[in-house]
């Protein structure tokens, strides 16, 4: 958590009352109140293992229905780097240069882009 404020604040960004979107792993009491300790929403989608009276596991599902549109575009995201690691040179870093491991992930990236605009037509 201190990294994310860190890098924000080194990049001079403000990310107070943004959304942060964890699993269901994530889902307790500490964490969303952490997270909003430091101005952030936290959007996690309620684990509801070990929960057997059902007013409790809908009164965490109605919190979180407010946000699910944006849980839901996490998954563009996971998407990404689910296709970032179908090429195993980037999975498995055998370079050891920066710049050399750059360009195969441009190279990967094009690659993806590549056959989404052709799948289209």
């Known amino acids: ?9 080194y990049c001079e960004l403000d ?15 500490f964490n969303k109140e952490l997270i909003s300790e430091f101005n952030l929403v936290p959007v996690i989608k309620c684990n509801r293992r070990g929960i057997k009276d059902r007013a409790k596991i ?10 699910k549109h944006i849980y839901e575009q996490r998954y563009i995201v996971e998407r990404c780097f689910a296709w970032e690691d179908k090429y195993r040179k980037l999975v498995i870093r055998y370079e050891t240069l920066q ?11 094009s690659m993806i882009n590549f056959r989404w605009f052709f799948e289209k037509n």
């Open 58 to 67: 809908y009164k965490h599902l109605d919190n979180f229905e407010k946000y």
């Open 99 to 109: 710049c050399t491991h750059l360009g195969f992930k441009y190279l990967a990236f």
């Open 1 to 9: 958590m201190y990294d994310l404020l860190d890098f924000a604040y």
């Open 15 to 29: 990310i107070s009352n943004s959304f942060l979107t964890l699993d269901t792993g994530f889902d307790s009491k």
